[in-house]
């Protein structure tokens, strides 16, 4: 069954520090990896793409890796600000099928505090 | 910020009203999506469009219906809302679909729906 797991389910940290986030797959045949940041109320929007080939890819503070071989992602955020409080999902793509399936987590809710 | 609009973002209706929301984009994108997100849960596609006249359903079972007759406007319909309908509901578009080449899926802001 393809299923998109992440961990923490929520995180609390104080504005400045770093954190990591993490994203286990079982999604087969793999074809790409996506992190969304989705504000309360909001729709989701997309932080990094990454295909088979790549296992890194950053968007300012956002790092993300890709193991394709353990099928796990992270997405570090370095030197948090408030309005990185979000939750974040990782999706998952298939290329089994012509709709270019994708397999949502529940995300993480992250909180910054001041 | 992507061009692809929602409305109304909050709505709250009584049981058993038929109730249209409405979603827009100005991407000119062929593929469009239907949502439905509980509280701390995974996104399910409930409907999705390859393009005008062309509507499927979804993984997740829903008793809604959409359109396509146009290309920038994929309504979502309930014709009798009942309590459990009580969801939000993100609407999504893309340039294409992802087999061979990555393609972004632009999500619009969501509609809130409580029905009473």
């Known amino acids: 069954k393809n299923q998109v797991e992440q961990s923490p389910q929520s995180l609390i940290i104080l504005e400045g520090k770093n954190c990591t986030l993490q994203?286990?797959?079982?999604?087969?045949?793999?074809?790409?990896l996506r992190w969304y940041k989705q504000d309360t109320g909001r729709g989701p929007v997309s932080l990094t793409i990454?295909?088979?080939?790549?296992n890194t890819k950053s968007n300012g503070r956002y790092t993300a890796t890709l193991d394709a071989d353990t099928k796990q992602s992270s997405l570090h955020i370095t030197a948090s600000q408030l309005s990185d409080s979000a939750s974040y999902i990782c999706?998952?793509?298939?290329?089994?099928?012509?709709?270019?399936?994708?397999?949502f987590g529940r995300g993480t809710q992250l909180t910054v505090w001041p | 910020e992507a061009d692809i609009y929602q409305t109304p973002r909050y709505l709250v209706i009584g049981t058993g009203k038929k109730i249209t929301l409405e979603c827009s984009q100005t991407?000119?994108?062929?593929?469009m999506y239907w949502y439905q997100q509980d509280p701390g849960m995974e996104l399910h596609l409930i409907h999705y469009?390859?393009?005008?006249?062309?509507?499927e359903k979804g993984d997740l079972s829903s008793e809604s219906t959409v359109s396509r007759i146009r290309t920038e406007h994929f309504p979502l319909t309930l014709e009798s809302a009942r309590p459990s309908h009580t969801s939000q509901y993100l609407c999504?578009?893309?340039?294409?679909?992802?087999?061979?080449?990555?393609?972004?899926?632009?999500f619009g802001p969501g509609t809130r729906l409580t029905v009473t």
């Open positions: 994203c286990n797959y079982t999604v087969s045949p793999f074809s790409n």
């Open positions: 990454m295909t088979f080939s790549e």
């Open positions: 991407m000119g994108h062929d593929k």
């Open positions: 469009s390859y393009g005008v006249n062309s509507t």
């Open positions: 999706v998952v793509s298939d290329r089994g099928s012509t709709l270019g399936r994708l397999y």
């Open positions: 999504a578009s893309s340039e294409g679909v992802g087999v061979v080449k990555t393609y972004e899926q632009y």
